[in-house]
C-alpha cells in the first residue's frame, strides 16, 4: 500500500498559486495519483489524476517528477471558493491492486483569505 | 448530470434503533463504496461493491453494520443496534474506473 503524506495546513491569500505536494515514496508501478477536492459538508470531489510528468485540465495541474516519488498538486489563482480540504491518493486503477485509491488520509486543509 | 442519491440526508435516532441509509448510484457505475467520516479519523472506507458483488467490508464492524445492493440501483448500510459512536457523515460513492462520485452524505446522530 503505497502510503502518502501531505502537509496539515497551508494558509493562502486570493489570487496567488498554490503548489500543495505530496510525498508517496513506495508507489507501485501500476500506481496512479489521484487528488480530490471537499468543501465543509460535501463528499469529496475528483480534481485531477496522473501517472507520470504533467497533467492539466479546467481546475488544476499535477506534476509528478520522473521518479514518481511525489506529486504536486496546483492550483492557479485562489478564490476564497477554493478553501477545501484537498486529498491525494495513490493506487491501480479500477481500484484494483492495493486499493490505495480509496484510502483519503487526513488531507490538506487550505485556506484562502482575502 | 449524473448524481449519486443518499437518503436520508440527516437522521437522530436513540441509542439500540436500527438505522438504515440508502443510496442510489450514478447508472452505469460498476462500483460502489460506502464511507464514513469524522473528525477524529477522517474518511474510512467501509465496504465496496462490485456488479452488486461484496469486494470487501474490512472497515466496517461485522456484528452491528451491513451492507447490501439487492440490485444495480440501490445500495444500502445498516446499523443493527444503533450507538453513539456510529455518530457520523456516511458517504456512498459510484465509479467505473479510478474516479470516485460521492453523494451528499447522510449525517447520522446516535443519542
Known amino acids: 500500500l503505497a502510503k502518502t503524506t501531505q502537509p496539515i495546513s497551508m494558509d493562502s491569500y486570493e489570487g496567488q498559486e498554490v503548489n500543495i505536494t505530496c510525498s508517496h515514496n513506495n508507489i507501485a508501478t501500476n500506481d496512479y495519483i489521484t487528488w480530490y477536492q471537499q468543501f465543509p459538508s460535501q463528499g469529496p470531489r475528483f480534481i485531477i489524476q496522473?501517472?507520470?510528468t504533467k497533467v492539466t485540465n479546467e481546475v488544476a495541474s499535477l506534476f509528478i517528477p520522473a521518479d514518481r516519488k511525489s506529486s504536486t498538486l496546483s492550483l492557479p489563482r485562489v478564490s476564497l471558493s477554493d478553501t477545501a480540504v484537498y486529498y491525494c491518493?495513490?493506487?491501480?486503477?479500477?481500484?484494483?491492486?492495493?486499493?490505495?485509491?480509496?484510502?483519503f488520509g487526513k488531507g490538506t486543509k487550505l485556506s484562502v483569505k482575502p | 448530470d449524473a448524481r449519486v442519491t443518499q437518503t436520508p440526508r440527516d437522521k437522530v435516532t436513540e441509542m439500540g434503533q436500527e438505522v438504515t441509509m440508502r443510496c442510489q448510484p450514478i447508472?452505469?457505475?460498476?462500483?460502489v463504496f460506502w464511507y464514513r467520516q469524522t473528525m477524529m479519523q477522517g474518511l474510512e472506507l467501509l465496504a465496496y461493491?462490485?456488479?452488486?458483488?461484496?469486494?470487501?467490508d474490512s472497515g466496517m464492524p461485522k456484528d452491528r453494520f451491513s451492507a447490501e445492493m439487492p440490485d444495480a440501483t440501490l445500495a444500502t448500510l445498516k446499523i443493527q443496534p444503533s450507538e453513539p459512536r456510529d455518530s457520523a457523515v456516511y458517504f456512498c460513492?459510484?465509479?467505473?474506473?479510478?474516479?470516485?462520485?460521492f453523494g451528499p452524505g447522510t449525517r447520522l446522530t446516535v443519542t
Open positions: 460513492a459510484s465509479g467505473s474506473g479510478y474516479e470516485q462520485y
Open positions: 461493491f462490485r456488479n452488486r458483488a461484496p469486494l470487501d
Open positions: 491518493l495513490v493506487g491501480e486503477l479500477n481500484y484494483g491492486g492495493s486499493q490505495g485509491n480509496l484510502i
Open positions: 496522473g501517472y507520470k
Open positions: 447508472l452505469g457505475h460498476n462500483t
